[in-house]
């Protein structure tokens, strides 16, 4: 069945708002602009729905719906329209993971094959180290990208066809040689949190994960009530494809999971946490910090991944999230941790292109919520005696020279390359500072403090080793 769009739709539906933020007016601003853009990509592209949601640290300060859920019902989509989420599964997936690992019930680097036996595929070299839990989960195990035909036929394998084709092929590349997308690895992943559990993974995902976190509109692989319906992409003649439900089966862990922006929002916030494991909190810091820390590059250095999550740099911020393709839906978030904020989009046609719009909705609405969010700076007064401590400090490894510009002191190299290159000085009070800089090597985030003798600066300690003295 084929369907022409012609009408676009636009519904608003009230969520928990941030008390400031929801309603400072540079938010209200960017609201604006933004739907004012969507209006206009909705309307001259004929796409059939969007949800998305603008989530700052615990809650969800803006969501909207835009078109149609079902172009022929014409239901309206909001912020509680279901979604096949697609590849955001293996961000569940690995969680499971996660989780298993706190709980001492398995290690990163075990070999798939100590939780899965048969796991056997011919390696790429003959020397090639077995395969590792976290190789799965970076797309570094140099597996093939999927497990047959499927996203042409839609008749996606079944754990036991998962198994015959491992057998039956084998490796592109031996592992950690390269980042390599592998749908395969993540299906394998949620087979070890099966083995090492003892729960389907279905079910483990909804008793450890949905329920804790309170996503109550989430599924795997189940043909619910109020998931919007999936359309392909935009032919010439203006028509879409209605896409049947596609059971993802032996893939669920990569692909097989149904959420809403307002359920999102909630595994949004989960990254922002902090504490001890306990109810909502279903992942320690130092695992969600695991998850979110790059441990493998594309060649081209120009994005990586963490474990599940996927790693972008942009505009000198970087951004954890994923995004999702499955027939008839594709799927985007982006998450900046600095600022707590994550942006969602949800869609239902196949041409959406919503890595596009979650880009344009974090740089709008997103930054305007990260700066009315931003708690007020409270600078230490400049002290005009603080002027002695500029000057030159020479050590044996070379010169430092402190400088004070217009009430701030940064530190250069006098003999480096160019004077853009500086450290900053940030205020502690009683003579303290701070040694910051936009990387991390040498002392930075360390205190620096001056030595004085008879009412001269005569020494300069940057964190507890590195000193310089006044020639």
């Not at 022409?4 to 609201?31: E, I, K, M, R």
């Not at 922002?272 to 998850?291: C, H, K, N, P, Y």
Request: charged residues 25%.
């Amino acid at each position: 069945m084929r369907h022409t769009l012609n009408v676009v739709l636009f519904l608003s539906l009230p969520v928990c708002q941030h008390a400031g933020v929801a309603d400072h007016p540079d938010v209200a601003g960017a609201q604006r602009l933004f739907e004012s853009w969507i209006r206009g990509q909705m309307a001259y592209r004929q796409l059939p729905g969007i949800a998305v949601g603008v989530v700052y640290d615990q809650e969800l300060v803006w969501a909207k719906g835009f078109g149609y859920a079902d172009v022929e019902s014409r239901t309206p989509v909001t912020p509680a329209t279901k979604f096949r989420m697609a590849s955001h599964s293996k961000l569940f997936t690995a969680t499971a993971i996660m989780q298993l690992r706190d709980a001492g019930k398995l290690r990163l680097d075990d070999p798939v094959s100590k939780y899965l036996p048969w796991f056997k595929i011919q390696p790429a070299e003959p020397d090639d180290p077995p395969v590792t839990i976290e190789e799965l989960l970076t797309h570094s195990a140099g597996l093939p990208r999927e497990a047959g035909s499927h996203w042409i036929t839609y008749d996606f394998p079944t754990e036991e066809q998962v198994r015959r084709y491992v057998v039956e092929h084998r490796a592109a590349y031996p592992p950690e040689v390269r980042w390599k997308y592998s749908n395969l690895g993540f299906g394998l992943a949620g087979m070890i949190a099966e083995a090492v559990s003892g729960e389907k993974y279905a079910d483990y995902v909804q008793k450890h994960i949905f329920q804790p976190l309170g996503m109550n509109g989430s599924s795997v692989d189940r043909q619910v009530d109020g998931l919007a319906t999936g359309y392909s992409r935009r032919m010439p003649d203006g028509s879409r494809k209605k896409m049947p439900f596609v059971d993802a089966r032996g893939l669920a862990p990569a692909t097989g999971i149904t959420s809403t922006v307002e359920d999102m929002a909630m595994f949004v916030s989960l990254q922002f946490r902090t504490g001890r494991v306990g109810g909502s909190q279903i992942l320690s810091t130092g695992a969600l910090r695991e998850m979110h820390r790059v441990r493998v590059l594309e060649n081209n250095w120009t994005r990586g991944n963490a474990i599940g999550f996927a790693v972008n740099r942009e505009r000198d911020k970087v951004y954890v999230g994923h995004g999702g393709s499955y027939p008839g839906y594709k799927t985007h978030t982006l998450i900046e941790l600095d600022s707590k904020v994550g942006v969602i989009v949800l869609t239902n046609g196949d041409d959406s292109v919503p890595a596009n719009i979650a880009a344009h909705l974090m740089h709008t609405v997103g930054e305007a919520v990260a700066k009315a969010a931003a708690p007020a700076p409270k600078p230490v007064q400049w002290d005009p005696s603080w002027t002695r401590f500029a000057g030159l400090y020479r050590g044996d490894s070379g010169d430092t020279e402190v400088v004070e510009l217009n009430q701030r002191f940064v530190m250069i190299d006098p003999e480096g390359d160019n004077p853009e290159t500086q450290q900053r000085l940030e205020p502690l009070g009683n003579g303290l500072f701070r040694l910051e800089s936009p990387v991390g090597g040498g002392p930075v985030g360390e205190v620096v403090r001056f030595v004085e003798q008879n009412g001269k600066v005569v020494r300069m300690y940057t964190g507890d080793y590195r000193d310089r003295v006044m020639p």
